[in-house]
């Protein structure tokens, strides 16, 4: 597949490309380039931009996309009530067919908000994959263990190694230990050593809540941070979710270890765990991304709400209204998320790297008028600019439709089926 | 103009009317019903709703519109530096028509948002007015009164309440002080006094900033709502904007005055401001709607926003996932924000009323599966949802065309002529 875009505002990830051409051919990119070369190539298809932005797909760091089925059934109430009456329990009845279908649900709506990857920690991890490889789009996926998964633990780690490695480039497997709350020391050194043996980084969710951390305070004498990078869970990097409540020492933990954050500022909202210090951990050196969380506990996949909130807490929190510069937002929804994940082909658009880019409607009232285009996209900016989802060389969306190998109807009408089997309505 | 609506879910801003039919003729609701009459009439389109939901408009309580020309250029500053190198100076430079294609413009934003009423506070009114009923749109409209319009007060607003009182009924003026602090008290007990006289409501900026709170305490020893009460200004009650730092003496004056507050909480983020309590309001018994501010702090005038902020601010500032139920959320954004405008007849779709309504589009991913439909709206609903927005019985926006009687690429053009010149590019 080769496609040409011309008359396109470039933003890279780095700088900007007025009225520039972008190539690409089998998934990556083959120009990037203000002037256009005089070379006639077969192109599959030649398409003007019109002026519109042309930017880095968004990389939604951090996701449980199956929970989809629980839109809107789990607002509104109480932590305890929501994890233990309508999460936990309905998760059990999830097949491997019920996670293909709700994970194929999440991709549309990915899609069509401008992202390319997500990153799903969850079970049935195949069943996700397949989903992803069969609409086109990219998954770093992962187990969350916790306590129960010890007995036979390597054995499953290995046969995920072994699994997901087979399924294409689509498809990036990592290793997660889903938090150190619903953990035992054993489980997290096993995991650790198993990481060490394969020089893997480590996803976790971490300091979520305040009660997270002062029960771990009051189970191991440590905050999560310090306990876990003490068990070496992250001797190869990581990634910590959440990080809501960090302690200055849990920062400086991270730093050490070259752990990255990802930030989910919605979901933290919605399930009233708190505010996130961002600022204080960008300026402390963390890398910081951003995700959805998962649809439950959101309940939209969108990267345009999580950007503006990441920007717009810290700002009315620290009543500094220079806190987090637009562009920066920007980064951490895209460059920054690739990086984390170490998805190092995927941060910006260059000549080699992979071809995930969105082009950004900027004729629509709420981009109008162009003062600056990029702060245009963090503050103004919505889902229904997204005229286009490039992944991997592929359109998978463009204006209201999606290429993902599937009736959009029969997915919405198979998970509707989820929902209402689980919930038994 | 008749229009009939089929196979629609109807929220009416109280009930659910399933499969309903809602029919308009001449701007009003002429039937909304389970079941559909037996009965022929020379419709002038008849619309299969698809089970897409049907609900009242979103009513932008505060706005600014002329202010897009500002959109993205006024962003991560200090509260100072963008009021007065950013604001003040080139706002100065707007003429009646800068301020006529800046309102056309906002308002196709508005319309694409599923609103169908703001209510602007600005000058250059009649331009605003014209912009509004040249393009099918409603705002209830106000100067922002500061202590420079001492000189010829009356005679300035019985010009407005002339002008502006014969533009129609999509057409309404009020009474508008621009806040405490921009005041003298003379100016305010003038405005108090011309309010009394003509038994209006007065609508002002109030406690939106620390700073505010502070410097009324010491001028005049009581915080804002206390003393622009004891004026009198309230004596017909009123709207108090922003309200973000409120003393439980001024949630007991506003009570006993009637005045709604309208919340932006969008706003209030970017520019640093704070959190207002909203839990608390609503608790005290306040009536309290939504507005998006102008489009230099916000930058976007998008309800879906401000409505998922609304609750979910309240969810993490007071550790409490309950706080205001998404329902509640969905009223604050339609049925109170009419109500506090004094806008009896667009509150809600019943028979008789005014026709201002919106199809959401639920056959979009992040509308699936339908658990909840009106929670889907408020924590899922993004502008890319509606398909469609009613104004007065006319349909002015319908699956990404506006019929608002001009061209969008010339206001687009016009728009980004007078950001040029005035921003001096």
């Known amino acids: ?47 003007d931009a019109k002026g519109n932005l042309i930017i880095p797909t968004f990389k939604n760091s951090h996701a449980h996309s199956p929970m989809v089925f629980l839109r809107s059934q789990a607002d509104d109430m109480a932590l305890n009530d929501w994890l233990f009456k309508q ?17 194929r649900l999440a991709i549309l709506e990915y899609l069509s908000s401008g992202m390319s990857v997500a990153s799903d920690m969850y079970f049935h991890l195949e069943s996700i994959a397949d989903a992803c490889v069969d609409s086109g789009f990219r998954n770093v996926i992962l187990q969350g263990i916790t306590a129960n ?58 300091s979520e809540t305040k009660s997270e951390v002062e029960g771990c305070v009051e189970r191991h004498g440590a905050t999560p941070a310090v306990y876990l990078a003490k068990q070496g869970l992250f001797d190869f990097g990581g990634i910590a979710y959440h990080f809501v409540h960090p302690t200055d020492d849990d920062i400086k933990t991270l730093k050490d270890y070259g752990v990255s954050v990802v ?18 951990l960008i300026d402390s050196g963390l890398n910081v991304a951003l995700g959805t969380d998962g649809p439950a506990s959101n309940n939209c996949l969108d990267m345009f709400r999580e950007m503006f909130l990441a920007t717009g807490l810290q700002k009315a929190t620290l009543a500094d209204p220079t806190a987090i510069d637009g562009e920066e937002v920007l980064k951490m929804a895209t460059v920054y998320g690739a990086q984390a994940m170490g998805l190092d082909d995927l941060d910006t658009i260059e000549i080699g790297k992979r071809a995930d880019f969105i082009m950004i409607d900027i004729h629509q009232p709420n981009m109008q008028p162009i ?55």
Chains 1, 2 share one sequence.
């Open 371 to 425: 003062n600056n285009a990029l702060k245009n996209i963090v503050y103004a900016g919505s889902k229904s600019n997204v005229l286009m989802t490039v992944v991997n060389g592929v359109i998978r969306y463009e204006n209201g439709e999606y290429f993902v190998g599937e009736d959009v109807d029969k997915i919405f009408s198979k998970c509707q089926q989820i929902a209402d089997r689980i919930l038994e309505r």
């Open 87 to 103: 999460v936990f329990p309905r998760e059990a009845k999830l097949t491997p067919d019920d996670c293909y279908w709700l994970t």
């Open 149 to 206: 998964n010890l007995q036979g633990l390597e054995k499953l780690l290995q046969n995920d190694i072994d699994t997901l490695g087979s399924k294409g480039e689509l498809i990036n497997y990592r290793l997660g230990l889903h938090a150190e709350y619903t953990n035992s020391e054993e489980c997290i050194k096993a995991l650790a050593n198993f990481a060490k043996s394969k020089k893997m980084p480590v996803y976790t969710h971490m």
């Open 263 to 280: 930030s989910c500022p919605a979901s933290n909202l919605k399930l009233a765990s708190g505010i996130a210090p961002l600022k204080k």
């Open 1 to 47: 597949m080769m496609l040409r875009f011309y008359n396109a505002r470039i933003w890279t990830g780095k700088d900007f490309v007025d009225g520039g051409e972008l190539w690409t051919e089998d998934g990556k990119i083959k120009l990037v380039s203000q002037v256009s070369p005089l070379i006639l190539l077969p192109w599959d298809r030649e398409i």
